[in-house]
Every structure is written in structure tokens, then in C-alpha cells.
């Protein structure tokens, strides 16, 4: 067995996509940012890579720097062989992210120390239910003229969530709204809350962020656009909508279940120092 890296995004899909496709529900990370990389968002220092045991591949791996090692649904003995082989090149990795036991077995046996470390789990919708009780105000599809207050909340929503934004999230923020991923909840014609929600893809679309600045939270802002943009994936064709929550906030996990959301499976984003 061995694993091959490239930077060349075609031949990582033409070995690994297959695989991803397999489940892309546990997989959509891993399949987002390879929509993400071919559409020319992420092209510096790229690490894709894959493992093949008796020529079928088995496990893959894609790091888009400065973001952490980016882990599929792959078993734990091929995570600690890549380990290995990213230690033998000298790869700089930041921190590994992926489903738990994956992610858990890259960081054991990674060469630096834990930094810190964030438990997420995953969702997926059941049967959509309306919140109750009902948030003044209504969604939109957030416009060009929306990129620089979604600039800033995206940030402010890394920020929350610990996520160290070192490079500008303008044409990440800008090309989402050109293909209508944002949702925007208004009162009163003022944005009060927004979610994201991408074009589907295998089927799948996700939420995600979703955010309301402080000053607005216990309205059910939060939960009414997420309600809006679940309804909007369904509408646009998505057979499965999904969103992460993190675990350290009980509130959001309660708010998304009451809405129709059941739990999939734990991950978790380990930090190196």
C-alpha cells in the first residue's frame, strides 16, 4: 500500500472522487473543497493525496493551506500511515479536521502537540418543521451590494468558532453570492442574521455558517433562516441538507433539532502548536 500526492486537482479527483461519492453525506467536506479547489478558489501549496491497497483506493487526504489537513470518512490505520508520510516530508500541517476517529488517530500520532481541539457533529434534515414560535421578519438572497457586511460576519463567525482567518475571505464571500449561497433574514428591511447554504452537490446541500451578531441573538433570527435556507435547498432539488454544529453550544444543537434536524456523527478539528 502507499500513498500518492499530487497538486494537480484532476488527477486527485479522477483517483479519489470515486471514493468521496461513495457516502457524500459524511463526505461533503472533503467533496466541497474539491468543488472549491477546481473553481480555481484555493491553487497555492495544494496537498491532495491517496491510498491504494491491491489497486482499489481506500483513503484520501487534501490539505488547502492555511487551512488544516482535511480528513474523509477513512480508517484509522491508513490516517497514522499518512501521518507518517507527511512527517517524513517535512509537510507543515496547522491541524487535521475530519470525522472524529479519523481525525483523533492523525493527531496521536502527529508529531507536535495538541494546540486545542473543537467537537462538532454533524446533522442531517428529517422532516422540516416551521419554528415555533415564528421570528418577525423575512428572508432573502443576499446581492453583490451584501459583500461587505457578509465579509464581516463571515469573520466574526470564524472569529466565534476559534478559526484563525489568515488570507481575505472577500472572493470566497463574493463568488458564494454569485451563485445565490446566501441567505439574508431582514426586519424591517435590516439584515439581522444570515446562512449560508451551497448548490447542491451528489445530491447534498449544506448550512452553513449561520450567524447573528450578539446584540440580535434570542429573537429566532438564527433559527428562521436556517428554517429558510433548509426549505430553499429542498425546493432547489438537494435530497439530503446537512449542517455541523459545534458541541460546546448546546443552544444551537437544541435549536436545530426542534426544526427537524437528527444527528449523523461526531467530528472533531485538532489544532497543533
Known amino acids: 500500500m502507499t500513498w500518492t500526492f499530487t497538486s494537480d486537482v484532476e488527477e486527485y479527483a479522477r483517483a479519489a472522487e470515486p471514493l468521496l461519492l461513495r457516502d457524500p453525506v459524511r463526505n461533503t467536506m472533503p467533496l466541497t473543497v474539491l468543488r472549491a479547489i477546481r473553481a480555481g478558489l484555493w491553487g497555492e501549496d495544494l496537498l491532495l493525496g491517496w491510498l491504494e491497497r491491491g489497486g482499489e483506493v481506500v483513503a484520501a487526504a487534501s490539505q488547502t493551506p492555511p487551512r488544516p489537513l482535511l480528513l474523509p470518512d477513512v480508517p484509522a490505520d491508513a490516517v497514522r500511515d499518512l501521518a507518517t508520510r507527511l512527517i517524513e516530508a517535512e509537510r507543515r500541517v496547522p491541524g487535521v479536521s475530519g470525522p472524529a476517529e479519523a481525525a483523533e488517530a492523525f493527531a496521536a500520532a502527529w508529531w507536535r502537540p495538541e494546540a486545542g481541539r473543537r467537537s462538532e457533529r454533524l446533522y442531517r434534515i428529517g422532516t422540516l418543521r416551521a419554528p415555533s414560535p415564528a421570528a418577525e421578519g423575512a428572508a432573502r438572497t443576499a446581492v453583490a451590494a451584501d459583500?461587505?457586511?457578509?465579509?464581516?460576519?463571515?469573520?466574526?463567525?470564524?472569529?466565534e468558532e476559534h478559526e484563525s482567518v489568515a488570507f481575505d475571505l472577500t472572493p470566497l464571500v463574493a463568488s458564494r453570492i454569485t451563485r445565490e449561497e446566501f441567505l439574508l433574514w431582514e426586519v424591517g428591511g435590516e439584515p439581522v442574521a444570515f446562512a449560508g447554504v451551497s448548490a447542491p452537490l451528489a445530491g447534498v446541500s449544506r448550512i452553513g455558517p449561520v450567524y447573528t451578531p450578539p446584540a440580535l441573538r434570542r429573537r429566532?433570527?438564527?433559527?428562521?433562516?436556517?428554517h429558510a435556507a433548509t426549505a430553499g435547498a429542498l425546493a432547489g432539488g438537494a435530497t439530503e441538507v446537512l449542517l455541523f454544529t459545534n458541541l460546546a453550544n448546546p443552544t444551537s444543537n437544541a435549536i436545530y433539532q426542534a426544526i427537524g434536524y437528527v444527528p449523523v456523527a461526531d467530528y472533531a478539528s485538532v489544532a497543533f502548536a
Open 147 to 159: 459583500l461587505d457586511l457578509l465579509v464581516a460576519w463571515n469573520a466574526a463567525f470564524q472569529e
Open 220 to 226: 429566532g433570527y438564527g433559527t428562521a433562516v436556517t
